[in-house]
């Protein structure tokens, strides 16, 4: 099956290394929110509104990174793992990588919908920082579980 638009298979392990660590990092800083000076660096900003200043374009500012470092990660990783090759990419593969992206959205537009419906003020900020995130978490969980399912699946009928 001609697949363009995939990674190699050798970048999947990059992908997890990048991945997993970054996950543990990103909801470790979410309930911590540490504050590492040695990342608190001037930075270029196309836009910066800071609450006591005026609206900017295109300056430097002082910001923590963390953040910044650990979205990047966890952005770069998750497509890395959701989108490289399987080592045997068939039809079934295919299929199973198309039915859970297309879970994954409405899974992942689902929990959205309820939370423009349930939640005011800047806990609704929160929920869009997390929902950058959750449609790719949604998928990789949906596809490894499925192919996970399906070669189980395969090796029972092999020894029945």
Do not use: H, Q
């Not at 470790?28 to 540490?34: A, D, G, H, K, V």
């Not at 590492?36 to 800071?50: C, Y």
């Not at 430097?60 to 990419?89: H, P, R, T, W, Y």
């Not at 920082?129 to 090796?155: E, Q």
């Amino acid at each position: 099956m001609m697949t363009n638009y995939l990674f190699p298979n050798r970048l999947k392990k990059l992908g997890w290394l990048l991945f997993i660590p970054s996950l543990i990092g990103a909801v470790l800083f979410s309930i911590y929110e540490p504050d590492f000076e040695f990342l608190r660096l001037k930075t270029f900003a196309v836009f910066n509104d800071d609450f006591f200043n005026s609206k900017k374009f295109f300056n430097l500012i002082e910001n923590n990174l963390i953040d910044e470092i650990l979205g990047v990660l966890l952005i770069v990783g998750g497509l890395l793992v959701a989108f490289s090759k399987e080592k045997i990419e068939d039809e079934m593969v295919a299929k199973i990588r198309l039915e859970s992206l297309v879970w994954a959205t409405y899974v992942n537009y689902t929990v959205l919908l309820a939370c423009v419906i349930f939640i005011y003020g800047m806990p609704f900020l929160t929920v869009m920082m997390y929902n950058m995130f959750t449609l790719l978490f949604f998928f990789i969980v949906r596809f490894y579980w499925m192919i996970y399912k399906s070669s189980k699946a395969i090796d029972d009928e092999k020894y029945n």
